[in-house]
């Protein structure tokens, strides 16, 4: 068995813009399970980044350990990465988005590595509003140390042992909505055709950005009784609304009735049209989508889609006022601007 993929390939394969194919995009062969849903996760961010024209070395890849964190080597292989300490991706991320804010920051992480271990971190980099995107491939489980509950597992789901969680799952939408984060979205790995177009949105908002994805454990938690399984997801699922982006270099069209479908701009001139679904949710009220959320799970649904979004905010670089510059690019008389400029500031100190 090889894990090598073979370098030949269609002359004639599809391209975007940039003159690349999809196969530009991805990454090695992946050593997960058969049919695990991160998998399909790794495939809707090569779509999505394939179909928003962006170069794979302007990405940062970040992750801490898990599952989930072995699948940024599965995808844009030609972009810069780091695997971190368990739970300390977002740390990482914080530091060298700060170093070097021309990036697009992607941080994959899991149920374990956020909703435990990492359960701190996650929640300071959301109340930082670090400009970044922050995928959890969620399935309720320890994946690799053979399928204990994780945070997130509902209380009453059933694992493979048979064993009878006993615990309150933690909401991470609902938490992170809870703390400020400035969109939020859920989505599930078999569901290509709402995920990419949420990856596409997430990656063109500025501030964070929470895609918690259900990504069913094929190993061990894909069983009956549990709440993370492909079949149970797939009977539970109830949507927001069914999401289109709108690239902002393509021309905007749109014919709807009023009330049918919601467009919203993002921070960099792109589109969201929402074809509402659920009653009584508005994206941008924050009630409102934790009302959405609630409800969702007191019927024992899935809410998935965009739940909240909020375009009025400031990241973490327009906080701090700091350099447009990358410190990376900053050059000597930026750096030492000279003696007159030193007395300037210890002048405005005393």
């Not at 971190?84 to 988005?97: E, L």
């Not at 789901?157 to 984060?181: M, R, T, V, W």
């Not at 709440?227 to 069914?242: F, G, M, P």
């Amino acid at each position: 068995m090889t894990y090598l993929k073979p370098k030949f390939h269609h002359p004639d394969l599809p391209k975007n813009k940039l003159g690349y194919t999809r196969k530009y995009y991805e990454g090695s062969l992946s050593t997960l399970c058969a049919g695990c849903g991160h998998d399909s996760i790794s495939a809707a961010i090569v779509e999505a980044c394939f179909e928003l024209n962006i170069e794979p070395h302007k990405v940062a890849k970040m992750s801490g350990i898990g599952c989930s964190s072995k699948t940024p080597a599965y995808f844009l292989s030609n972009s810069h990465g780091f695997n971190s300490v368990h739970g300390r991706m977002p740390s990482v991320a914080t530091g060298a988005n700060l170093a070097n804010r021309d990036l697009l920051y992607l941080g994959v992480s899991g149920d374990g590595d956020s909703a435990s271990i990492g359960m701190g971190q996650f929640v300071h980099v959301i109340r930082r509003n670090l400009n970044m995107v922050y995928i959890v491939m969620n399935n309720g489980c320890y994946g690799l140390t053979k399928g204990q509950d994780s945070a997130t597992a509902d209380v009453g789901s059933k694992n493979k042992s048979g064993n009878i969680n006993q615990f309150e799952g933690i909401d991470l939408c609902g938490l992170a909505i809870e703390l400020g984060a400035t969109f939020v979205a859920q989505s599930f790995s078999g569901d290509k055709a709402q995920l990419v177009p949420l990856l596409q949105a997430a990656m063109s908002h500025e501030g964070f950005a929470l895609v918690n994805v259900l990504s069913p454990c094929v190993t061990f938690n894909n069983n009956t009784g549990s709440t993370k399984s492909y079949d149970y997801v797939r009977e539970h699922l109830e949507a927001t609304a069914s999401v289109d982006f709108v690239p902002y270099a393509e021309e905007i069209t749109t014919q709807y009735e009023e009330g049918e479908t919601k467009s919203i701009q993002l921070h960099d001139g792109s589109w969201l049209e929402l074809h509402k679904l659920a009653q009584g949710w508005n994206p941008e009220d924050k009630i409102s989508a934790i009302n959405a959320l609630q409800n969702a799970r007191k019927h024992h649904e899935i809410l998935t889609g965009l739940i909240y979004l909020d375009t009025d905010n400031k990241e973490l670089h327009d906080l701090m006022n700091t350099t447009d510059v990358p410190l990376n690019k900053l050059t000597q008389d930026v750096l030492c601007p000279g003696l007159e400029v030193l007395e300037s500031i210890n002048a405005d100190l005393r």
